[in-house]
């Protein structure tokens, strides 16, 4: 008994701190770098299973080549609709873009929130309260870590930490049911790089429209 408290203490921890670091991370220098190499390290330290071997490796790229398109086709889907251009021709982009789509999203985003929510936490919350109860701590721990990005977007933050929840509680079941990273890994990135690629778009069409 002792021990399957402990555990759950020390998921409880390790949600509450990467909820805590998403509202420090963004003020420090080399974010990219820094929040990468954190959780690689997060990784190391809690051995959480990444599944990036043959055969589970196979499995989680299928799955998440599959499930990516689709998202990345309802993304593009969804700038037909005026208020999603709206949003998207208003919101204020990380420059160079070069460096956004190459490095950020991939590196700073994509690996370090995958490898941190859905291997370390999973991981561990999953020791403490079981694999459906891990999944949900890890989405509830995701969706609370965006309120800084919701704030810094203008975005409602309440929504967006209940899509954002929504989203990591699909990662994690993508991760669980494939055995492999690659899977969430591949719909993160073709979301966002899909959303970031729509937004550019527009607002380059935007500026044109003007001249």
């Known amino acids: 008994m002792q021990d399957s ?8 921890g390790l ?3 990467l909820v805590g670091w998403s509202f420090v991370g963004p003020r420090l ?7 990468a ?21 196979w499995t989680g790229l299928r799955l998440g080549l599959a499930v990516g398109s689709a998202a990345a086709a309802a993304v593009a889907a969804s700038t037909s609709v005026p208020a999603v251009r709206v949003s998207m021709v208003d919101r204020e982009l990380p420059a160079p873009a070069s460096t956004w ?12 929130e995958e490898a941190a929510f859905r291997a370390a936490l999973a991981a561990v919350a ?5 694999a459906s109860g891990g999944r949900l701590l890890q989405a ?20 967006t930490v209940l899509a954002t929840g929504g989203a990591g509680w699909i990662f994690g079941w993508l991760a669980d049911h494939s055995g492999s990273l690659s899977a969430p890994m591949l719909v993160h990135l073709a979301i966002n790089e899909s959303a970031a690629a729509a937004a550019l778009t527009l607002q380059r069409r935007s500026r044109a429209s003007r001249r």
Do not use: C, K, M
């Open 15 to 17: 949600a509450t701190a």
């Open 140 to 159: 509830l721990a995701f969706g609370l870590s965006h309120i800084v990005d919701a704030r810094a977007t203008g975005e409602p933050v309440l929504p």
């Open 5 to 12: 408290n402990f555990r759950r203490i020390q998921a409880l």
């Open 101 to 112: 789509l190459g490095l950020r999203i991939p590196l700073g985003t994509v690996w370090a």
């Open 29 to 35: 220098p080399a974010r990219v770098p820094l929040q």
């Open 126 to 130: 999953g020791r403490g309260y079981g």
């Open 37 to 57: 190499g954190l959780a690689g390290l997060l990784v190391f330290v809690t051995r959480a299973p990444l599944g990036l071997r043959p055969p589970p490796l």
